[in-house]
């Protein structure tokens, strides 16, 4: 490409992937100058008349306004398949789509508890396997944090540090007894205590 950078892909949204999916398209309509205009929408005028009253100053405003908005919904259209796009196609800008995205894959404020509840048990009965190495567990329980963040959960790092250090395998008892005793667990890092394992 002529200025330098590589040529992005859009993630495509499926069934099962709406939070990473979210992520990765609020970090892409970002690089696109975008991501603002659905966080926040824009007033759009009800007619030609009110369009007329504004001054040249607000007209451009409009103008670019409008366009970006298009510019995103192309892009939130570029991640969806046929059943995706369905669920969007009235929407008539861009704040609109994203909304109607999120309730769909994410479901309403009922839907949002349950999973949530799920989440916690799954959190709660995470444990080192056997035959598992480190990084695996690490994983396991990251993911599963990640999670329950993105779905409101209010969880601090010292909780998943705790939480992994109490469900090691055995064999990493001398080496939980050493951590807990000369670090500071409020202080610790996650990335700090796997690199400590």
Known sequence: MANGMAPFQVPTLNNNNYDNWSIEMKALLGSQDVWDIIEKGYNELAD???FAALTPDQKTTLKDSRKRDKKALYL?????????FEKISSASSSKEAWEKLQTSYKGSEQVKKVRLQTLRGEFESLHMKVSESISD???RVVAVSNQLKRNGEKLEDVRIIE???RLLDPKFEHIVVTIEETKDLEEMTIEQLQGSL
């Open 48 to 50: 030609d008349a009110a």
């Open 76 to 84: 939130i259209y570029q991640a969806l398949d046929d059943d995706g």
């Open 137 to 139: 567990y690490f994983s």
């Open 163 to 165: 939480k992994i250090l």
